[in-house]
């Protein structure tokens, strides 16, 4: 009987897993690493310059559970790597408005952003 419920068990687990991986890549690497928390995100986040990004991504990197971080000066947009376990988005957002940049989600308040170096001074 043990037998059967196992056979009957690992049957359905590789069904749903191959209905999983059939559906799009980025499930099929989820179902591969079910225990992994990193995930990848981005935010949007304002700047000018290479001291801009310097800024952006050593205050991303300050949060406990960001991974990796690198801000496009083109786009605007910061790529980050983070565990969701430990950390979020939101609490990114809120440091690196801390440092002076306005982000999709937060605001830097008007004295530090006035504090910024001429190169760095936004258009807001
Ligand atoms: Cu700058």
């Known amino acids: 009987m043990k037998r ?5 068990s690992v049957a359905t687990l590789l069904s749903i897993n191959s209905a999983v991986a059939a559906s799009t890549s980025m499930s099929a690497e989820m179902a591969a690493a079910p225990k992994s928390a990193i ?24 949060v406990k559970g960001v991974k990796s971080a690198s ?3 083109k786009s605007g947009v910061l790529h980050l790597e983070l565990d969701s376990k430990a950390t979020s988005v939101a609490a990114v957002s809120k440091a690196i408005a801390k440092v002076g940049h306005d982000t999709e989600f937060d605001k830097a308040d008007a004295k ?3 504090a910024l170096p001429g190169c760095c001074k936004y258009k807001r």
């Open 4 to 8: 059967i419920i196992l056979f009957l």
């Open 39 to 62: 995930k990848h995100a981005m935010l949007k986040v304002k700047g000018n310059c290479e001291s801009c990004k310097d800024r952006i991504e050593k205050a991303a990197l300050s």
């Open 71 to 73: 801000w496009d000066q």
């Open 112 to 114: 530090t952003y006035n």
